[in-house]
Each structure stands twice: as C-alpha cells, then as structure tokens.
C-alpha cells in the first residue's frame, strides 16, 4: 500500500524507479486526492511519520474559507469583516483574522468598502485579542474516489500484494492486460473494478474503525479481491479472469492510527466466501450506487465523531488540569472545567 495511507511494507522488487517515479506523478497522486478528505479529519500519519497536506479554502454554509489542518482542524483561510453603521452615520467593524499576518490584507479590504475613511492602523492592531471557538457552521467537504487514475492506484495495491508475496505468480501473461492497465491506462476500468453492493462492513477481524485492508484470492479461473481504505471505502476488484495456475490467498491490513497491538498484519485471516462477489458488484456509480455509500460515509463519520469527541475531552481536561498538577482542584479550577467542558457539549448538539 502507498505510503500515504500509513503503510510501512516496504519491497523493492515490485516495482522499479522509472515505473515508481511515473505512478507518483500520477496515479498514486489521484489516489491520494480522493482520499484526502478522510485522512485530513482522522488525522492519520504517512508510513515514515509524516503529517498529511492541509486542505485548502473549504467553504463553510456562509462562504467563508477555511483551511484545515490534519485532524480536521479549521483555521481562517482569509479575514472575515462585518460592519454595523451606526445612527451617526459612523461604521464600526469587527474583523476576524486566522493569523496576524492576515492584517495587511483586513485593511485592504476595508480601504476598499471606505475609501475615504481614516484608518489607525497601530491601533486597530492593538485591539486583537487571541481566541479559539467552535465554528457554528457546517464544513463542506468533497470526496473524489473513482476515475481511471484513481483505479489504476487502487489496482496497484492489489497487484502490489500479490508481487511481493508470489512474483512468479504474477509475472504469468494472465495479469498482461491488468499490468498494462495500471502502468499506461490501456484498457477500461470495468473489466477490473466494481462498486460494492452493499453498504455491510467487510468480515475481517478489525484491527481499529478506520483499517485499510487488501485481500487477493483465486477462485475456479478469475484472480479477484477487495481493497477497503478508512474502515469501508473501497472497491471488488479482478485481476484477471484467465488464471490457470496453483490456488492462493494474500491479504495485508493496517490501522492508520496505529494505535492497536499489532496495528497491521501480512497474513490478516479471511474467508473469500464472506465478501461480496465481483459479478454481484456495481459496474459503474449512479442511483443504486450513492445510497450503499451514503451509508459507507455516515458510518465513517459517526465512528470520526466519535473519536474526535474523545479526543477533545481528552484535550480539554489537560488543558485546564495539568498546569495544576499535584494541586488540590478548587472551586475556580472545577468551574473553569465545567465552563470549557459546556462549550464544547453546546456544539454536539444538534440546531433545528
């Protein structure tokens, strides 16, 4: 599996630079695409530790423009301005920046809606106070899984499984069409991917909510198998269907959070005869596709929540105990709990 999704198998046999530095420009580029929103609100690290890319100007339900930083957190992407004009005829302006250095751009904007007005710009600058809130907006985030690109990184998980594990195996001239398709495109998607049927979770053990698993088995002449990412997005894959030789079964899964003992395993235990058929999946998206995963999504995103709530928790009391360490908790220091404690409560709670 690409290093991205928090793998740290490593082989140099599968692949050689000149195949590798053209699969990075591309397709494991597209793969990585897709799936960016879902490692951003986890927050899962690469193979060698590495943090993930922000996502960049995500739009709220009022326009304005976040980045977030791994583990979904927002910060402003440009300054938010508000202005009341008063019965003097007087404006005041109340102006909400993610950074200091967002001023110069503030300012700008307001020389822009008062052109004439007298600007102190010291102490404008003096009158900001650093805080952090909860948004009270919704963030709007895209998924991008499908497309050619994106398939033909998927696949090269698939392959890449089964050429570390079995390379004679997969040298054989069955898999010409599907290594052609992952190295140059040639060929359609269809005759190797298909969209699960169901929203159901895989049956394999979980190592953790989010797991990646890839899983690659013979059946009588087809060489199929299932690649999920995150706990549940994924696809029925068919490496080919003209195989004639000796039967097998390879699999590899890993927690991105790698916060299990083990949190991944080469010889993960599962039953082919569990997981949705090829011919049983969906060609291509559309009206019987989105509803399986809708479901897939809201299930992601309920165990997200989940989590991230425990996280804040967690958070939140260090925050307001530690600096007191060894103290006896008084009254202020309990009250100050049960204040960042409320705020955070507030924003769980559903709006009408």
């Known amino acids: 599996m690409q290093n991205f999704l928090g ?52 739009n709220d339900t009022r326009g304005n423009k976040y980045h977030l930083r791994p583990g979904g957190v927002p910060h402003l992407a440009q300054p938010m301005i508000a202005t009341n004009k008063l019965g003097d005829g007087t404006h005041v302006a109340h ?86 398709f992952i190295l140059s495109g040639i060929g359609e998607d269809r005759n190797h991917i298909r969209w699960f049927p169901t929203p159901d979770k895989l049956a394999i053990f979980d190592l953790g909510p989010f797991d990646h698993f890839v899983g690659i088995y013979s059946q009588d002449n087809t060489v199929d198998g299932i690649v999920q990412f995150f706990g549940g997005i994924g696809h029925i894959v068919r490496l080919t269907a003209n195989y004639d030789g000796p039967e097998f079964r390879f699999g590899y899964q890993v927690n991105p959070l790698r916060d299990s003992n083990p949190a991944e395993t080469r010889t993960p235990d599962f039953d082919p005869q569990n997981f949705p058929r090829f011919d049983d999946g969906h060609e291509k998206p559309g009206s019987d596709v989105w509803p399986i995963y809708s479901a897939i999504f809201f299930r992601l995103l309920k165990s997200h929540s989940g989590m991230a709530s425990k996280r804040e928790i967690s958070r939140i009391v260090d925050e307001v105990l530690l600096p007191h360490d060894g103290e006896v908790l008084s009254e202020k220091i309990i009250g100050e709990l049960v204040e960042q404690m409320s705020k955070f409560i507030v924003t769980r709670i559903p709006r009408q």
């Open 7 to 58: 793998a740290r198998w490593v082989s140099n046999d599968i692949s050689c630079n000149e195949a590798q530095s053209l699969f990075g420009a591309t397709i494991d580029s597209a793969l990585e695409q897709g799936l960016q929103p879902f490692r951003n609100l986890l927050g899962t690290k690469s193979g060698r530790g590495g943090n993930g890319p922000d996502l960049k100007n995500v």
């Open 95 to 180: 102006i909400t920046l993610g950074n200091m250095k967002q001023l110069g751009w503030a300012i700008a904007q307001l020389r822009e809606q008062f052109p004439t007005a007298s600007l102190d710009i010291a102490g404008i600058k003096g009158q900001f106070t650093p805080e952090k809130q909860y948004l009270n907006d919704k963030i709007h985030l895209k998924a991008g899984i499908g497309g050619q690109e994106y398939f033909r990184g998927l696949l090269k998980a698939a392959f890449n499984l089964l050429g570390v594990n079995a390379s004679s195996i997969a040298l054989r001239p069955c898999f010409d069409a599907l290594r052609n």
